[in-house]
């Protein structure tokens, strides 16, 4: 619907129900969005806010690295970083 709004929500599927580099996934999507740079800066520069937002679902202990060429690259655009971990039920 067109106009203006105080909040946008906006989802991307990474991957599902696989085992996955959380890296890897975050890269390859950086890699969609990346020309969209300014825009993004726009958002962030206006008070907006701009985050990868992980959910995690997680069978065993599990561990994440981003390497530092990654954050900056994020950071460089004003993209935060959060993750919600699921750990699975214990019986």
């Not at 008070?47 to 954050?71: M, R, T």
């Amino acid at each position: 619907m067109d106009g203006v709004y105080e909040d946008t929500y906006v989802s991307m599927q990474m991957v599902r129900k696989k085992t996955v580099e959380l890296g890897d996934e975050i890269e390859r999507c950086y890699g969609r969005i990346e020309m969209h740079a300014d825009f993004i800066r726009s958002i962030v520069d206006a008070g907006g806010k701009v985050e990868f937002y992980v959910s995690a679902f997680l069978k065993d202990l599990g561990g994440f690295e981003l390497n530092s060429l990654l954050l900056k690259r994020l950071a460089s655009m004003g993209i935060g970083f959060a993750i919600e971990l699921y750990p699975e039920e214990c019986e």
